[in-house]
Nanobody, 123 residues
Framework: QVQLVESGGGLVQAGGSLRLSCAAS????????MAWFRQVPGKEREFVAA????????KYADSVKGRFTISRDNAKNTVYLQMNSLKAEDTAVYSC????????????????WGQGTQVTVSS
C-alpha cells in the first residue's frame, strides 16, 4: 500500500506559478512511476504529467507542455509539479497517483491516489 499526500495548491493570478508536492509513504518510492491528474467538478479526470521511477522519462498532456514540469526526488519520496504561466482553465483539483514499475512505462492506469489539492487561477 502506498499513501500519497499532496500539498502546495492555492489561489494564484493568471500568469503566475505554483509548485505542487506529493509525499509518498508505505513502500519503496523508487519502485513506482508517478503522475499528476486534475479534475474539475462535472468533468472527467484529466491526465497532466507522468514521470518514470528514476526520473529519466516524462510525459505531458498537450495542454500543459512547455508550462508544467514534473520531477521527483527519490531520496525525499516526493514528486513535484512546477506550474508556470498558469491560466484560468488550469483551475482544478490536482491529484498525484502511483503505479508499480512492474506494469511497464508508461502506465495506462494507476493504483494509488492522493486526496488532491485545489488550484484556483483567477483571470
Amino acid at each position: 500500500q502506498v499513501q500519497l499526500v499532496e500539498s502546495g495548491g492555492g489561489l494564484v493570478q493568471a500568469g503566475g506559478s505554483l509548485r505542487l508536492s506529493c509525499a509518498a509513504s508505505g513502500r519503496t518510492f523508487s519502485n513506482y512511476h508517478m503522475a499528476w491528474f486534475r479534475q474539475v467538478p462535472g468533468k472527467e479526470r484529466e491526465f497532466v504529467a507522468a514521470i518514470n521511477y528514476g526520473g529519466s522519462s516524462t510525459k505531458y498532456a498537450d495542454s500543459v507542455k512547455g508550462r508544467f514540469t514534473i520531477s521527483r526526488d527519490n531520496a525525499k519520496n516526493t514528486v513535484y509539479l512546477q506550474m508556470n504561466s498558469l491560466k484560468a482553465e488550469d483551475t482544478a483539483v490536482y491529484s498525484c497517483a502511483a503505479r508499480s514499475i512492474g506494469s511497464g512505462w508508461p502506465p495506462y492506469r494507476y493504483d494509488y491516489w492522493g486526496q488532491g489539492t485545489q488550484v484556483t487561477v483567477s483571470s
